[in-house]
């Protein structure tokens, strides 16, 4: 397996958006060390993004870059729920820090906030970047809001080749009365909920 260089894989990334259009980041190494230093390395996060269809994207990052699913209902901290999560495309680190308004024609228009972040531990032997090719990924978030063991599988194929299903582990954290994407709305980074930052940016 060769090991992918982060510019070639974040060239769907760059081709997507319009960087004087969005604020949206490059990938840019000081910002990647102020969060590996904050939250740890490797490092994974979650954010809240209302789009033309409301979403949190769950990027965890393997390879120096962010892989990255939009899954429709959020995580779940109870293991009986099995969470769709859509592949999406890899994206640089540093939008690990990224919240604010997409504008409305750009890729992803709409509002996102930093939901959880925190770091990453890989629950296996193989590394992480083996276990994404081998679609078998487990790993232990130490975010505010999620924590403890989560198991992604990739089911898809044919037509439905990006879908993979993330599970919350039997574990201490597990919770099946916990439901924090509707139980704690408020970004991580600025404390405001998806609503108070789109109407911060209108003001
Ligand atoms: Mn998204």
Do not use: C
Not at 31 to 44: A, C, D, N, V
Not at 50 to 79: N, Y
Not at 140 to 151: D, E, F, P, S, T
Not at 163 to 182: F, I
């Amino acid at each position: 397996m060769s090991t992918p260089n982060a510019a070639d894989v974040l060239y769907e990334y760059s081709n997507k958006r319009s960087f004087t259009a969005t604020t949206e980041p490059k990938d840019d190494a000081k910002t990647t060390e102020r969060l590996h230093q904050k939250h740890g390395r490797p490092l994974f996060v979650v954010q809240e993004h209302a789009a033309s269809h409301h979403h949190f994207d769950l990027r965890l990052e393997i390879a120096g870059v962010l892989r990255s699913w939009a899954v429709p209902k959020g995580p779940a901290t109870d293991p009986a729920a099995k969470r769709l999560a859509v592949e999406t495309e890899d994206h640089p680190i540093a939008y690990a820090d990224f919240e604010g308004v997409i504008p409305a024609g750009q890729y992803g228009a709409g509002t996102v906030i930093v939901w959880d972040i925190g770091a990453l531990k890989n629950l296996k032997k193989d590394t992480l970047a083996t276990q994404y090719q081998q679609g078998q990924i487990a790993v232990w978030l130490q975010g505010k809001k999620l924590r403890g063991g989560y198991a992604l599988r990739h089911t898809g194929f044919n037509d439905n080749e990006q879908n993979w299903l993330l599970v919350k582990m039997q574990d201490e954290h597990a919770d099946a009365r916990r439901n924090p994407t509707s139980t704690e709305p408020h970004s991580v980074k600025s404390g405001k909920t998806i609503k108070e930052l789109r109407e911060a940016y209108q003001e």
